[in-house]
């Protein structure tokens, strides 16, 4: 069974440009989370969807932030204008029926 | 608040030595319990997972983890370590009321010196 895909695996921008992560998760599972891990530290939840459905983004900070699960599979990701605090590793992770919910690589961007 | 600590940010162990990577937690009511590994430039990988019954859960690559009730813990335990468990693992909580929160400690890094 393939895991969750996640791309790119890095990316580098400047300060103010736009960037996207893309996710495709594990066949069947209709809950699907981003989230951001900064070094040294747990990840935390910005966004979780049911299918197409963002049913919890109270976490994502929408003035630069959005997200989109068209069709209920794939989800892309988005930060427009990014700033040197978003530099992180931002984890997709996909679950059925509850968690636990199984992780991609993720994509560590960095902002400078 | 709830939380979940991890009161070690590293721990060095020899291998073929036991290793215990310590978790506890403040949540309210019966949570479920999990640990995550994440290996350099990897994601998290599941381990395993407390839910009900026998106190000791078994898990992937030889881990076990003990949980607690009294003293709200979920350690993390392996007989006899491997180099190749150097790794940083992470402790998560559900809590009761939630089927999708976790709450998830900051993490322990483990050495595992030849």
């Known amino acids: 069974e393939a895991g969750v895909v996640q791309s790119p695996r890095y990316k580098i921008i400047e300060k103010k440009q736009p960037v996207a992560f893309w996710c495709n998760p594990i066949?069947?599972?209709?809950?699907l989370y981003w989230y951001r891990q900064n070094l040294g530290q747990g990840p935390e939840l910005l966004i979780r969807y049911e299918n197409e459905e963002a049913v919890d983004d109270s976490q994502l900070p929408k003035d630069r932030f959005s997200a989109e699960r068209l069709k209920g599979v794939d989800s892309t990701l988005k930060i427009q204008p990014a700033e040197l605090g978003d530099s992180a590793v931002y984890l997709c992770?996909?679950?059925?029926?509850?968690?636990?919910?199984?992780f991609g690589q993720g994509t560590r961007l960095t902002v400078v | 608040a709830q939380s979940v600590a991890q009161p070690e940010d590293q721990v060095n162990v020899a291998e073929g030595n036991p290793l215990t990577v310590k978790c506890t937690y403040s949540v309210s009511g019966n949570p479920y319990l999990f640990w995550y590994v994440q290996y350099p430039n990897r994601g998290l990988q599941f381990l395993l997972k407390y839910i009900t019954g026998d106190n000791l859960v078994k898990g992937s690559y030889g881990f076990e983890a003990e949980f607690n009730k009294s003293q709200t813990s979920f350690h993390l335990k392996k007989p006899s370590a491997l180099v190749s468990d150097s790794a940083l693992y992470f402790c998560a909580v559900r809590p009761e009321y939630s089927n999708y929160q976790l709450i998830w400690g900051a993490g322990t890094k483990l050495i595992i010196k030849p």
């Open positions: 066949s069947g599972h209709n809950t």
């Open positions: 992770a996909s679950s059925s029926g509850g968690i636990p919910p199984f």
